[in-house]
């Protein structure tokens, strides 16, 4: 949730300094410090010197030795490009044109970051059918590319894009809707959860085992990127000497201090997202389903126990289907935290006064359901800066010591006015660049690294 978005005109405060226009950032991270409350001294923001460099000017000697040494320091493997992974599309089908088996071991709801990973391991022991609203990212490439990564957001529609809007609290947002769910349509980002939330969680959990699965996605799907672009670099440096650190370099992990992380994009441009995890699937045993909208989870009540047993799904042309787990088996939910709670309710479970006033019939009376959504409150900064960046993508990030953290991005250029970016709302990027700079402060009621929905 967006909570303030400060603005500043690149051409009314930048300020040639040698071959740098330094100032824009230096401001823009004052003014999140004095909104946010949340860095070190404004003494250390002023010292802080950026280096934002038009496409003509190269790095100073110190910069280039100083991410050179970054990079060799790690021990995390990266590709320069690496091939989409396809693998998946053998044993996936659009819902009018299949007929499920009468039973599966597994049922998962919703194919996106977390139901296609699920689907790949569970498949090597289990039969396993996967059921997702959207289609296959290949059927719209701006999906796949770096530099066209705002596109999908332009091109929204109520029906079938890959990205449906949605307004939460008055604040333009943004849902998956396409098989590899949000991972396809985000900035590609990637961290592991802070250890607070593991030593907090309520959850007895393998460390081990959880490391591994890490390592898994990791392997498949994450780049380290090579290099850092102009803006990069310099947002880099600047968070260390306002006071970010320690200087952790790259790392996957979520620590205190300024780091390179990990992204879904190669250094090509390509994303990688969650559904290449699909194909490490076993394709004798699993089964994947697009344009499968479903309706509700069907539930059995027998023995005084409650148990969900199967699924009701309609396709595309609106022919309605019905699947069951195996005795023993389960229906698993991961259709996000809108979608999931969602179904819930349509179902019938949730708060009986809502369900009743709908004419849902009411399976559970739970008043938790749909409750407590959380969203952590972010402030962001546009800057208009009047040079060419290419610096498509989020790759640094500041965390400091009381939880918040920093990142930045620069805006891929677009031919087209983008109206809920400030600046671009009204003219089209041309000859300029527009640079975004947020915050992101953690809600006070639940733990770092978590977003607390039922």
Not at 122 to 141: A, F
Not at 152 to 165: D, E, G, H
Not at 243 to 265: A, E, Y
Not at 411 to 417: Q, V
């Amino acid at each position: 949730m967006e909570s303030q978005s400060m603005l500043f005109r690149g051409d009314a405060i930048a300020r040639r300094v040698d071959d740098a226009y330094w100032v824009p950032l230096k401001v823009n991270i004052l003014a999140w410090c004095a909104d946010m409350d949340r860095l070190p001294t404004k003494t250390a923001l002023q010292r802080s010197r950026v280096n934002i460099a038009n496409d003509n000017c190269s790095l100073c000697d110190s910069e280039v030795e100083s991410m050179t040494h970054l990079f060799t320091r790690s021990s995390f493997s990266f590709s320069v490009w690496s091939a989409i992974d396809e693998r998946y599309l053998g044993f996936t089908h659009d819902a009018t044109d299949f007929t499920p088996e009468k039973e599966y071991d597994y049922i998962i709801i919703g194919g996106g970051t977390a139901g296609c990973p699920l689907a790949a391991t569970l498949s090597e022991k289990y039969s396993v059918l996967l059921l997702e609203r959207g289609g296959v990212p290949s059927s719209d490439p701006t999906l796949l590319f770096e530099d066209r990564l705002l596109n999908p957001l332009l091109s929204t529609n109520p029906f079938n894009s890959p990205a449906q809007s949605f307004f939460s609290d008055g604040v333009l947002n943004f849902r998956g809707r396409v098989l590899g769910g949000s991972s396809m349509i985000n900035f590609g980002f990637y961290s592991r959860a802070e250890d607070f939330f593991y030593q907090n969680s309520g959850i007895e959990l393998d460390m081990s085992a959880v490391n591994s699965s890490y390592e898994w996605v990791e392997n498949s799907i994450i780049t380290r990127p090579a290099r850092l672009r102009r803006f990069q670099t310099s947002m880099f440096n600047a968070l260390l000497e306002a006071g970010v650190r320690p200087d952790n370099n790259f790392t996957v992990d979520h620590i205190q201090g300024t780091k390179v992380g990990g992204s879904i994009f190669d250094d090509s441009g390509r994303r990688h997202g969650a559904v290449e995890l699909l194909s490490k699937g076993n394709p004798e045993t699993l089964n994947v389903v697009v344009h499968a909208i479903v309706d509700r989870i069907i539930f059995s009540t027998s023995n005084t126990s409650l148990a969900a047993v199967g699924v009701k799904y309609h396709d595309s042309k609106g022919t309605n289907h019905e699947v069951h787990v195996r005795t023993g088996g389960e229906v698993i939910l991961s259709a996000g935290a809108i979608g999931s709670p969602q179904l819930l309710l349509l179902s019938g479970l949730g708060p009986k006064s809502s369900l009743s006033s709908l004419n849902i019939p009411v399976v559970l009376d739970n008043p938790f359901v749909g409750q407590y959504m959380a969203d952590h409150p972010r402030s962001s900064i546009n800057i208009l800066v009047p040079v060419t960046l290419i610096d498509d993508g989020l790759r640094i990030v500041g965390i400091t010591d009381s939880g918040p953290y920093m990142q930045s991005t620069v805006i891929p250029r677009l031919a087209s006015i983008i109206p809920f970016i400030p600046f671009l709302d009204l003219i089209p990027p041309t000859n300029l660049s527009v640079v975004v700079i947020g915050g992101k402060a953690f809600h006070l009621y639940w733990p770092i690294g978590t977003q607390g929905f039922i």
